[in-house]
DNA sequence: CATCGCCATGTCAGTCGCTGCCGTCAGTAG
DNA sequence: CTACTGACGGCAGCGACTGACATGGCGATG
């Protein structure tokens, strides 16, 4: 007999979601989240650095596919199809069976400025890296930041529809409207020689 | 004889800056920024609603600057003229000699991820803010938006250089610097027919 | 097969952020 | 003079989070 069952980790993340949406999240304690599920307190700090980063600790995977997008663009790409590789192999793993899940975590984070904040860092992070890598790339600053951080706006507006009530369309379908949109912002028409983005580097 | 010296809120926001200087944002405690200044706990919480917002509770006044930008563009303002006029008028305050606080101050905030959350938050306020005055002036969605993450954006990354060892310019020309180079982030020629955002809408 | 060490977990005590409740007392209005 | 208000202090308590130490299956090792 095995003294303890597996899988501890995700057995917290799935019944502290359960009981932020049942119970609200300042309303749950993470002692009823551990004990939930047959833990303790003590065991659940020491997979989760706090009590919001439960809900974020799967963020690293998904900042890995911004950057293999970065990654598997052409090499003359420009900024832009940078970021439209990042947001196009990034918007693989968003099933229809996942967008029910991430409406239910989205209300709560939306719910609580808490878990708004922890999410706003993870996606300055998420920015932050994307900017490193468009640099490796030969993007100079501060366009670089620039392109990270609208790539990362891109995928906020997107993800934003893709979550919303009734809204049926895919989230790359979703990023490729915005990202459209984006691109439409600059009112200077681009002349033919130059545009550090819009050419390969 | 004045039973409590005027000014609490302020001299807490002082006495909290330097402590998280001097010692450190998490080595510092509540009770310690209270009674520097001959106050206790209990107050500090009256006027704060927590140990990070004593660095931002002049948020409003910062916010309400773009929005007055916004108000103060012609009526035919596209939505990149709307986000420069915000920008003008909110880069009057950061004198050069407001330049050393902001440099003290936006070293406790890198230096600890709880600081810079809530710094995000108020950004992300921001940005919704504008985003929907820009919106109140005729942009519709997602372009609102996306102008809006763009204003926040072109000043975090001239800020960022404002703070800079041994910058000298001044903000409102490195936001201006920047805001030429989110301009030139498109690559598609504007076609003269329309841009929903280069002229006015 | 016996032993050893690893490692995930439990237990416990303690600090600190934060809140509710109530008391205190100058100033101010009536 | 009285009553009320506003800014603060004192106190008790909860919950998030941490450090130190204990426990006991399990695989490796001889």
Redesign the interface.
Known sequence: MVRWEPGAKGRLQAAALDLYVSRGYEQTTVAEIARSVGLTERTFFRHFADKREVLFSDQDVFQQAFLDGIAAAAPDA???DLIASALAVSAQPFSDERRRWSRQRQAVIVAN?AL???E??KL?ALASAVADHIRDRGVPE??A???A??CV??F??AFT?WIADGETRSLTELEN??LA??????????T?EQ?????SR
Chains 1, 2 share one sequence.
């Open positions: 420009s900024a832009l400025p708004q904040e922890r706003l860092l300055a501060p366009t930041t620039l392109a951080h609208s706006t891109v906020g507006v529809q409207e915005a949109e984006l691109a439409r912002l600059a009112p200077t028409p681009v033919s545009s550090s983005l819009g050419l």
